[in-house]
């Protein structure tokens, strides 16, 4: 499969807490990186973490990369009724793009 | 941020009719665009990759003659759903990439594709 794996499938939490969703790979890759998918909708970029990076903030978002555990996470702090979503974690390897299943993500205010 | 467009975005026609998708960059020269396929509460199943003036790569699985892809400019990717069928219907999304460092992905808002 080209997929990676993304865990939870799906998230529910209250407007305030933090959510966290993890995504694996299975290969090498150059860098990983996390979009926002509303529903019916293109997707959105988020945040890009360098496979030589551990960790990166933007704004309420924080990525962490371990490249030995092929695995990345995506925190996003302070949630609001506006971060439901979906989320996907995106391999880059040699300019080839391949996204992981997803989480879905609910924040009920 | 880049734009890019995706037309149409609802499509409904008959079996055995062919659909085309356009995909333009507005404000960038995108070298690279990616067509996507995404069932309902699934992921983007990538399809193929188009370089401007080349041949499309296509991912195993994906039939070259059934989606047939065109990247003839720099920034307008095409892709023909030929002789569609009712397991064709799906949510169809383009992407590109602006040069070859550029390394963000910027999306269509995609298209809806159903076949009776």
């Known amino acids: 499969s080209q997929q990676g794996e993304e865990d939870p499938q799906a998230l529910s939490i209250q407007e305030g807490e933090n959510a966290t969703m993890n995504c694996s790979y299975k290969t090498s890759i150059n860098n990983l990186q996390w979009y926002r998918q509303n529903s019916g909708r293109g997707l959105v970029h988020l945040i890009l973490?360098?496979?030589?990076?551990r960790e990166k903030h933007s704004g309420r978002l924080r990525v962490t990369l371990d490249t030995s555990k092929k695995s990345s996470s995506l925190l996003i702090t302070a949630s609001r009724a506006a971060d439901t979503a979906s989320y996907f974690c995106a391999t880059d390897r040699g300019n080839q793009f391949y996204f992981g299943t997803g989480t879905s993500l609910t924040v009920i205010p | 941020g880049a734009v890019v467009s995706q037309h149409p975005s609802w499509v409904i026609c008959k079996s055995g009719t062919s659909v085309k998708i356009e995909c333009r960059s507005l404000?960038?020269?995108?070298?690279?665009m990616f067509w996507y396929r995404q069932f309902p509460k699934q992921s983007l199943m990538l399809m193929a990759t188009s370089n401007e003036g080349s041949k499309a790569t296509y991912e195993q699985g994906v039939e070259k003659d059934k989606f047939l892809i065109n990247h003839a400019s720099l920034t307008l990717s095409t892709l023909t759903v030929t002789s569609a069928h009712p397991e064709d219907s799906s949510f169809y999304i383009c992407s590109a990439i602006e040069g070859v460092a550029n390394e963000k992905l910027f999306f269509g808002s995609g298209t809806q594709l159903s076949v009776l």
């Open positions: 973490i360098r496979s030589n990076e």
């Open positions: 404000d960038f020269q995108a070298t690279t």
